[in-house]
């Protein structure tokens, strides 16, 4: 064989050895963003989850707060006008 078969064949398996390093080390980097980007939507999705939660909580705290409200009102509707030391109706006017 001659010096320039033997010298393009080298050049080739370079080649080749370079592309397909290349190819590898890209394929490795793809792999580590998409997994990092599966970890963010797996955090995303954790939440969708639990925002109907807060959401009927929510819901609850403030079905609570209408339910005070309305004893407080109940409660001021019942205190006497005529007492004189500010009892409410209950107490010892």
Known sequence: MSEGIISALLALMGTMM???GGIITS???TNY???QLEKKVDKHN????RIPVIEE???TVQQR???IEEKGN???NFKMDDCPHNYDRFGDC
């Open 46 to 49: 954790n939440f969708a989850l």
């Open 18 to 20: 370079g592309t397909f």
């Open 57 to 59: 909580k929510i819901k």
């Open 74 to 76: 109940i409660y001021e």
């Open 27 to 29: 394929s490795k980097l």
């Open 65 to 67: 707060v209408l339910n």
């Open 33 to 35: 963003r998409l997994e």
